[in-house]
């Protein structure tokens, strides 16, 4: 959809590309498509996905003038951090004085970069539209304004804040549908022989097998008592550059219900769904991306101690092979991430996605404003 973002390095010019083309600019269509549903369809709530920001110029008006909102996390909690550091930029959470004063630094870098400029763009469309501008950054406005947002993950596997908006609730990983996929051919191998080690690049930055998927193949070729498996999110497995490894199997889609038990380790770019999926099963996991979502994704992989991040989009067979049996021979990960199953256990996300619904679709209109949404003075 943009082009020209393949030719950008992972950073901040990229970050701040990706969200004006991607999220920004759509704004007014997808408003406008909203209003056109709206006028032939009396919906009773609106549901939409943390960077759907076509929802923010009706979240200005009055709860009696709009249905409730919800909006659901499908990344990583991007709320201003405690820490001062952007988000997008793939930072652990600051552990000194230091670093507090490093991020500051960086902050005002990424704020000069990223942040001025996408509020003046998107605040110069709500003009357009007749309303704003808006008063906080519009990715903490996502998460702020929204009659409910629910974000989809644990507390464990978010950096901590101390003040969370009321608005925010952790409602677990989504459960997998079944079925998506056909049991492989090859399903008879995964037998308790050898430990399974599973690699995808997901559905968005996979146009590119040579940055993860092929040196993970080369990494592994030779260990004896590992047997690799590739998913390649629907791209056609000969797309995969060779040589493939004897030890490889290889699939264009899985039914994550029936292969995730059966995994020891997950080599990721790191899909934030696929990566809290492979956690709801205490799988450790190996991520290796910058773009998107990916450095914050992968960062909480690394700070949470379910796995190790390895802070780039091409790394080294060495470093993977390295990573791979760190992960799969210190047992501390594959602990954490048990831990981390546990917790994710513990949350019945269907009832609770439903009870938050049903909460704030009976909800009294006066009940239903955002509290934290106040037009600034032009």
């Not at 600051?94 to 500051?104: D, I, P, R, S, V």
């Amino acid at each position: 959809m943009v082009p020209e973002l393949k030719n950008i390095p992972p950073g901040p010019e990229w970050v701040r590309v990706a969200l004006e083309r991607l999220f920004i600019d759509p704004v007014p269509a997808q408003m406008e498509g909203l209003e056109q549903v709206l006028r032939d369809f009396a919906a009773d709530l609106i549901i939409g996905d943390d960077m759907f920001f076509g929802v923010l110029p009706m979240l200005f008006r009055p709860r009696s003038k709009r249905p409730p909102i919800v909006i659901c996390g499908t990344s990583f909690l991007h709320l201003r951090r405690d820490d001062g550091a952007p988000n997008f930029a793939g930072f652990p959470p600051a552990t000194n004085q230091a670093q507090l004063g490093e991020y500051a630094a960086i902050s005002r870098e990424h704020d000069r970069v990223v942040s001025q400029p996408l509020a003046r763009r998107l605040n110069g469309l709500l003009k357009k539209m007749g309303v704003g501008p808006l008063s906080t950054d519009f990715l903490d406005a996502i998460i702020e304004f929204p009659d409910a947002y629910l974000e989809l993950t644990v507390p464990s596997f978010e950096f901590p804040r101390r003040h969370l908006p009321t608005s925010v609730h952790f409602v677990g990983a989504l459960p997998i549908v079944p079925g998506q996929a056909p049991i492989p051919s090859w399903a008879n191998e995964l037998n308790g022989s050898r430990r399974v080690v599973l690699v995808t690049q997901g559905t968005v930055a996979n146009f590119g097998f040579g940055q993860l998927v092929a040196p993970t193949l080369a990494a592994l070729a030779n260990e004896p008592d590992v047997l690799v498996i590739v998913t390649t999110g629907g791209r056609p497995i000969e797309a995969i550059p060779d040589p493939i490894p004897n030890n490889a199997r290889l699939a264009s889609y899985l039914p994550f219900e029936w292969m995730l038990p059966r995994v020891d380790a997950f080599v990721t770019n790191g899909g934030y769904g696929s990566v809290n999926q492979a956690l709801s099963f205490g799988i450790p996991i190996v991520g290796a991306g910058l773009t998107e979502d990916k450095a914050d994704v992968n960062a909480r992989i690394a700070w949470s101690g379910v796995g190790v991040n390895l802070g780039t989009n091409e790394p080294t067979s060495q470093a993977l092979r390295e990573a791979v049996r760190t992960v799969l021979d210190d047992p501390g990960y594959r602990s954490r991430a048990s831990a981390m199953a546990k917790e994710l256990g513990s949350i019945d996300t269907r009832f609770e996605i439903l009870r938050i619904l049903t909460e704030v679709s009976h909800r009294p209109d006066d009940q239903n404003a955002a509290p934290h949404l106040r037009l600034q003075a032009e």
